[in-house]
């Protein structure tokens, strides 16, 4: 949890009001309301994470941190958004313009790994995150992820999580509720 002042300059007022209109008036808004609130929503978390950001301490280290650097940050957007793309620290580091050593360097300063360790994570987690909510097989997501075997997948998520994946679904997914009774 974090606390961010919007109160600072007119474009977090601006926002401020906004949010408090349209939270009083939800009827002066008419059509479209609770989409307006969504976004308002949206934009607030977005902002109030720009501006923690910001005002973080040069010597600050974790993830906003690291976001908040500029080739860092476009290191992990690139993870995030194309996890299953071979990256390797060369390509990584020729997509935002340093060198291997430098990126190396940086994410290790600001996030205490190196980058492929912190990629390997990321696409542990999403896959994690797709077994226990998608259908899908232990083979798509591993491939969704980046792996280019299924085994080496399990291999890679059992190291992490204890489990190999299928019994990891088992156990995470919700059950299905057996206690009705059939009427007749």
């Not at 040069?58 to 690291?66: I, K, S, V």
Request: aromatic letters at 8%; proline letters at 5%; glycine letters at 8%.
């Amino acid at each position: 949890m974090f606390k961010v002042n919007i109160r600072e300059d007119d474009s977090g007022r601006r926002l401020e009001n906004s949010i408090r209109y349209s939270i009083a008036n939800p009827k002066a808004i008419g059509a479209g309301a609770e989409a307006v609130l969504a976004r308002l929503c949206e934009t607030l978390f977005i902002e109030t994470l720009r501006r923690y950001m910001r005002l973080l301490p040069a010597g600050q280290t974790g993830w906003l941190a690291g976001a908040r650097d500029a080739e860092v940050g476009r290191v992990l957007a690139l993870m995030h958004q194309q996890p299953a793309v071979p990256w390797t620290i060369a390509t990584l580091a020729h997509e935002v313009g340093i060198s291997r050593a430098v990126l190396a360097e940086r994410f290790r300063q600001y996030l205490g790994e190196p980058p492929l360790a912190y990629l390997t994570r990321w696409r542990l987690q999403l896959g994690a995150q797709m077994l226990s909510s998608t259908s899908q097989s232990v083979a798509q997501i591993a491939s969704k992820v980046g792996y280019d075997s299924e085994s080496a997948f399990n291999r890679a998520f059992k190291r992490t999580f204890g489990n190999p994946p299928a019994r990891y679904r088992n156990e995470t997914r919700p059950k299905p509720n057996r206690s009705k009774r059939a009427h007749g």
